[in-house]
């Protein structure tokens, strides 16, 4: 009741009295959501009865707010509902309203009645809010350049007032150029909140100098003490631009290509991304192959020499690179397995195809040969010859062999041993043939036992034996050499076992090896030329002709087997002369 009769009298003070304001309007800057202390304004006032507060519509309608009585200590608090328990008046008429709203942006006014008069004291609140952080929101993933990309819309919500939002890249600001740097900007209004949100979007000409730049954007507002800027994370991106240029590269990267390895070639564009898809275009062809990344060749030939290709997808931007398959192929002639006879002339061609010069060597068992026998063929020609190159950078290594196996009729030489223990007289035969020559022995006449011994190898073609007899009379030892290319036959005359020997060494009925001096040709085996691909047979050909030795003379090689051989023939001869 007392509080009602109090209003009543506010209200017709305040149609009665003359106004009077104090010390001018008053300005209180308050923070969204704190208490907004809004003092009195006039701290002595000679016989006060009571201050009241109001608020003033900006029709000029006047709110009751509360009221405190100067004797009474007493406080009434009006009925307007948006300040239901938030207010409160102090002991000094200041007034503080909790949870300061945008709405509280009003003028208002402390009314400090005495008996004659009223005081007016009127302020105005301002209330201030800081925005979110900004954040920037539809940021793309990529940006191409060429182009105009949009960066992303920066949000800075829910401030009072409105701030102003500025975009900068690598931390410098961004100022709108045409058509390279476009900036959009608006806000908005919550009509519940009264609260701003500003949205600002940029779009901007990408080069590929932003590779690696990033982006942010700041928001600058006003706080009760003056502007503040908060600043956002930064946005960075994934600049996409096209190829410039393609590069083709022969993996593994070795020096040299040769037949049989395995080779990719890979294209590469340098853009972003790196294309997927290339054409590939083999040594002479129009038509581009599709791969998606590399080419595999595998098991490379010699004809896959040349100039390879790469482009886009596209046909633009040709890279090219050159391929050398390196090879090395022997053709060696004759081959396999050869027989030829005695005193047969021989060639031998080996050339080689490779793809550059290459010289070839000759071996004969594992021995390097300076000179390949070519005329006039011996046991000791017989063997397994290699032809070989090399083309050691390029890891290549070709060899080719044939195996000569000389063959030769038997040749039969009877020797009289001239040492008689007076029972028995001995008969040495040698016998040289390939293959082996068997040996048969008869007297003629009178039945003589002839005592054979083992024959002993001498060399591989050569052979000996003794044949021990008691002729009791004159008798002729004849003895048949017989192999598959023919037979030889010679004879001895032998005394009875009481008539001594004579030497008969120069008997003319004797056998004898001649000497038959080596004339093979010395052929130096020298560079052969190689073969590229045209296929240009050259090289050395060993190849030279001779009469052949005519079958059947008397002329035997004496030139058999290795000196050892020879020395022992000579030691048999000089014990015969003995
Ligand atoms: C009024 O009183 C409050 C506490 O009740 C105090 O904080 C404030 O400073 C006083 N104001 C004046 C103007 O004396
Ligand atoms: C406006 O603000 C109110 C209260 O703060 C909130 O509930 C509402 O979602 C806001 N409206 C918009 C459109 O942001
Ligand atoms: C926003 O920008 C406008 C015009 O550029 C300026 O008048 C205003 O003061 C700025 N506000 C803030 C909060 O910086
Ligand atoms: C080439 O690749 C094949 C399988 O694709 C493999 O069998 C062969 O050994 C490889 N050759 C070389 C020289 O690496
Ligand atoms: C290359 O030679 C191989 C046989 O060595 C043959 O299969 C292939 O078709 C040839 N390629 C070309 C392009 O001549
Ligand atoms: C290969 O041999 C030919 C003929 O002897 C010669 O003209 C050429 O220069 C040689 N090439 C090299 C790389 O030695
Ligand atoms: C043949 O000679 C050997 C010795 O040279 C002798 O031991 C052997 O008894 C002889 N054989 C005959 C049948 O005379
Ligand atoms: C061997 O004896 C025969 C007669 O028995 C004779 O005709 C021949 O000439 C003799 N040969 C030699 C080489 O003396
Ligand atoms: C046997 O030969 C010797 C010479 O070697 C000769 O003197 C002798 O007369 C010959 N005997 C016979 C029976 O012919
Ligand atoms: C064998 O004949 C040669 C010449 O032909 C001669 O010099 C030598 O003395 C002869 N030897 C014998 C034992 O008659």
């Not at 945008?102 to 609140?125: G, H, Q, S, Y």
């Not at 890249?169 to 045409?178: A, E, F, I, S």
């Not at 730049?213 to 996409?240: H, K, L, R």
């Not at 021990?468 to 290319?485: D, F, G, M, Q």
Request: proline residues 4%; aromatic residues 8%; neutral net charge.
């Amino acid at each position: 009741m007392e509080a009602s009769a109090r209003i009543s009298l506010v209200v017709c003070v305040l149609c009665a009295a003359t106004l009077r304001t104090g010390y001018g309007l008053q300005t209180v800057n308050a923070v969204f959501g704190e208490t907004i202390i809004i003092p009195c304004g006039r701290e002595i006032v000679e016989d006060l009865l009571f201050a009241s507060w109001k608020y003033e519509t900006p029709d000029g309608i006047a709110v009751f707010l509360a009221s405190r009585s100067a004797v009474k200590n007493k406080i009434n608090y009006g009925d307007a509902p948006e300040y239901k328990n938030r207010l409160e008046l102090s002991e000094n008429y200041t007034l503080s309203i909790a949870n300061a709203v945008i709405d509280d942006e009003k003028r208002f006014v402390c009314m400090l009645v005495t008996v004659d008069n009223v005081f007016e004291e009127p302020a105005v609140v301002k209330v201030f809010k800081p925005p979110s952080k900004p954040e920037i929101l539809e940021q793309p993933k990529i940006m191409e350049t060429g182009k105009i990309n949009r960066v992303g819309v920066c949000v800075a919500k829910d401030s009072y007032p409105d701030g102003n939002i500025t975009w900068f890249r690598n931390g410098k600001m961004l100022l709108p150029v045409d058509r390279a740097v476009i900036i959009v900007w608006h806000k908005e209004k919550n009509s519940s909140s009264g609260l701003y949100s500003t949205h600002s979007s940029l779009q901007y000409l990408t080069t590929k100098e932003d590779i690696r730049a990033f982006f942010s954007c700041t928001v600058t507002y006003f706080m009760p003490n003056g502007q503040v800027s908060a600043e956002s994370d930064t946005a960075s991106f994934d600049i996409y631009y096209p190829t410039e240029k393609v590069t083709i590269q022969i993996q593994p990267s070795k020096k040299y290509i040769k037949e049989g390895d395995n080779i990719t070639l890979q294209c590469r564009g340098n853009g972003n991304p790196p294309p997927q898809e290339f054409l590939y275009y083999l040594p002479g062809q129009e038509q581009g192959i599709v791969s998606s990344s590399a080419y595999h060749i595998t098991d490379i030939k010699r004809n896959a020499t040349g100039d390879y290709k790469c482009s886009l997808s596209d046909k633009n931007m040709m890279a090219s690179t050159t391929v050398t398959v390196h090879y090395l192929d022997l053709s060696l002639t004759p081959s396999g397995e050869i027989t030829k006879q005695i005193g047969d002339s021989f060639s031998v061609l080996c050339v080689p195809f490779a793809s550059k010069n290459v010289s070839v060597l000759f071996m004969k068992d594992s021995k390097i040969l300076t000179a390949i026998p070519s005329k006039n063929l011996q046991y000791r020609d017989s063997g397994v010859y290699e032809c070989l190159a090399n083309l050691e950078e390029e890891g290549l290594q070709s060899r080719k062999t044939f195996k000569l196996t000389v063959e030769g009729k038997p040749k039969l030489k009877l020797i009289k041993n001239p040492f008689s223990d007076g029972k028995t007289k001995t008969i040495s035969y040698e016998v040289e043939g390939f293959p082996r020559p068997e040996v048969y022995c008869s007297s003629a006449g009178q039945l003589v036992h002839l005592n054979k011994t083992e024959e002993t190898v001498i060399s591989n073609i050569r052979y000996s034996a003794k044949i021990i007899i008691s002729p009791e009379e004159n008798t002729t030892i004849s003895c048949v050499a017989e192999n598959r290319l023919g037979r030889e036959v010679r004879s001895l005359n032998v005394s009875a076992i009481s008539i001594p020997e004579k030497d008969e060494r120069n008997d003319s009925s004797g056998t004898y090896f001649l000497d038959d001096s080596s004339d093979h040709a010395k052929l130096i085996v020298g560079i052969v030329v190689g073969l590229l691909l045209a296929a240009l047979v050259a090289g050395i050909a060993y190849c030279l002709y001779i009469r052949k030795s005519g079958a059947g003379t008397k002329h035997v090689g004496k030139e058999l087997g290795n000196k050892e051989e020879n020395k022992k023939l000579e030691e048999n001869n000089h014990k015969s002369e003995a």
